[in-house]
Each structure stands twice: as structure tokens, then as C-alpha cells.
């Protein structure tokens, strides 16, 4: 039995082999997932807002998808991963409601902040599950560096 | 203004608040419907964003959310937010029968439910707009079948960017047993909350 690493909103968090990252319900926020191409260690964060300077309240690196990527690759070196050796994995960013309303959909904003931030770190994304209009569950495993997507109304998906 | 300092007077205000307008609300509903609703002592509720899901214990079960943005001299949001026994017993009560499948709903189906949250929302705002004398506006609803957190997310992100708590002024209802409930999240921005605290003259 694996053990399940929850990673709630706004949080960071390091696994190891046999572990599992979980983040629940990700709607409009964006799951991201950096992993050792080589090895044993991944990371998750559950990033909700795509900038910190979007917001006027800015404590707490993970609520953002800039200053969240950054502080997890800090977290990954500190973890003994070489920075060179890093790969990411995303999902979510999905539109929930059918507005039109900019503020309140905030979604395709993150997946782009997302990218953004791991373009300029010089990290390639090598999976995507985003956009769309429902919610999903993420489970990053470790041991095999794969992410599995799980939806109300879709088949599960493996990336 | 912050959230955490709100004293007892104000948040029995708002509470009181949140029953008057769940009551006229739930009235609407319950003559649409015709038959009668069980409404639960209100909750004010101010959490940090990352327990609001896990507080309402719905993260991953499915929802209906219906979201109705509040504009004019009170800002804020609105979610109800029904379960699927819920969903299904007033789909059933107003087309005669239960959806097929409630996470796939047919165009009937959708707009049944946002018409619903229309009506509710419209009841609950009046009430307050005529309590407080403050002119409010709603606007149309907007409908998401999905997990409970990932519906939350929507307007959670709307207000992180000011505070790290939400306030959620929360009512229950149920019809009949228990297993069958919805409940109305209004979560006012903090500006409007100074505005009608000032209105009706509390410091």
C-alpha cells in the first residue's frame, strides 16, 4: 500500500519513492508536479492564483504559480535533485462556470502563468491534463514519475 | 476592516442577515416546489481559504453549484450549492421525472436549475435590500455540475487576492430527511460589509 502525500490548496509538498502526491479537486487551480527524470523524489504544488503581484495579499509563495514553481524547485535542490534533471508535469486550469467574466475565471490564466514560470526555469513540461470545464484529482506517483487525472464524468487518464 | 475582529454584535447581525434572506429564499422555493423545507441554525463562518472545502466536508462529492455575483451598494457572491439527492428530488418535482444522469444534464435540466437560483438568489437579495435600504443587483446565474472544491475554487480565488479568510455566512435546509440538503454560501467583500455595518449604525 502506498503511502498518500496530501497536497491541499496553497501547499508544497516533497515525496519519495512509494509515496503518492495527492491534491483533490482541482478546479480553476493548477496541480504541478516536478519530478527527478533519474530518480526517486517529486514534488507537488497546488497553486490557485497565477502571480503574486495579482494579488494584494501576498504571503505565502505556493498560492501563486510563479513564486510556487520557484519555491518547489528550491525545495527539489535542497532535496538533493539536480536542478538540469528536473521535468514537470501539469493538470487542471479548467473553466467551471460558463461566464464570460474574467474575474471569476481564472483558470486559463493560471495554466499560462504555469508554463510562463517553467519556460523561463529552463524546466520542459512533458504531460498535460488542462483546461476543459470539470474538476479534477490528481495522483502523482513517485516510483514511476506518472500522473493519473480522475473526473466526475471522464475516464481516468495516465499521462 | 478585518474578518477576525468583528465583534458578537456584528456577527449575530450577519447571521440574522443570512436567515432572513434564506428565509424568504427557501419560501420561494418551497412554493415552487410545493412542498415544505427544514431550515438549520445559520453558521458564520471565517476560515482560512485552504479549510473552506474540508469544513464543508465536499471536496470531492459531486454538487450542483449555482453561482449569482451580488453588484451596487453590497458586493459579493453567491453559491448554493445542492446535493445530488437534492438535485435530483427537484429536478423530479418540477419535470416529472429524475434526471437521467445529474452530472450530464440536459438542456431542460440546466436551465430548470438556474432559473431555480435565480428565483432564490433574487428572494434573498430582496429581502436584504429592503432590510438594510441599500439597492443590489444579481447577476445571471451561472451553473456547475462537479466536485464540491473544485466549484469552490471559482470564488475562493476571486477573494485570496485580498485576504487569506473567507467569510461565508452559510444556511442549511433540508427536505425531509436529512440526506436531501442545499445550502446558500453568501459571502459578502469586505468593503460591503464596512458600508452596511455603517448603514445600520454599528462601529
Known sequence: MMENVVVGIAEGKIARNGQVLVSYALGSCVGVCLYDRRGSTAGMVHIILPTKSSAVQQANPYKFADEGIRALIDEMVKAGVPRIRLAAKIAGGAKMFSTDNIRWEIGQQNVEAVKRTLAEERIPVTAEDTGKNYGRTIYFYVDESKLEVRTVRHKVVVL | ?203
Open chain 2, 1 to 203: 476592516m478585518n474578518y477576525q475582529d468583528m465583534d458578537e454584535q456584528s456577527r449575530d447581525i450577519l447571521k440574522e442577515l443570512g436567515n432572513i434572506g434564506t428565509g424568504n429564499a427557501v419560501s420561494s422555493l418551497s412554493q415552487m416546489m410545493n412542498c415544505p423545507f427544514e431550515m438549520e441554525t445559520p453558521f458564520l463562518r471565517i476560515v482560512k481559504y485552504h479549510e473552506v472545502a474540508r469544513i464543508l466536508s465536499i471536496s470531492e462529492e459531486v454538487q450542483t453549484g449555482i453561482i449569482v455575483e451580488v453588484f451596487g451598494k453590497l458586493e459579493g457572491v453567491f453559491l448554493f450549492l445542492m446535493n445530488e439527492s437534492f438535485t435530483d428530488t427537484l429536478l423530479e418535482a418540477m419535470l416529472g421525472e429524475p434526471p437521467k444522469d445529474i452530472t450530464n444534464p440536459n438542456e431542460m435540466e440546466r436551465s430548470v436549475i438556474c432559473e431555480l437560483g435565480n428565483i432564490m438568489c433574487g428572494s434573498y437579495i430582496r429581502a436584504l435590500s429592503q432590510l438594510l435600504d441599500m439597492e443590489m443587483d444579481v447577476s445571471v446565474p451561472d451553473l456547475c455540475i462537479d466536485m464540491g472544491g473544485a466549484i469552490l475554487s471559482v470564488p475562493l480565488s476571486r477573494f485570496l487576492r485580498l485576504s487569506e479568510d473567507v467569510l461565508l455566512i452559510e444556511n442549511v435546509f433540508h427536505l425531509g430527511e436529512k440526506a436531501f440538503s442545499c445550502r446558500i454560501l453568501f459571502m459578502p467583500e469586505m468593503d460591503s460589509l464596512k458600508a452596511m455595518f455603517d448603514k445600520i449604525g454599528v462601529q
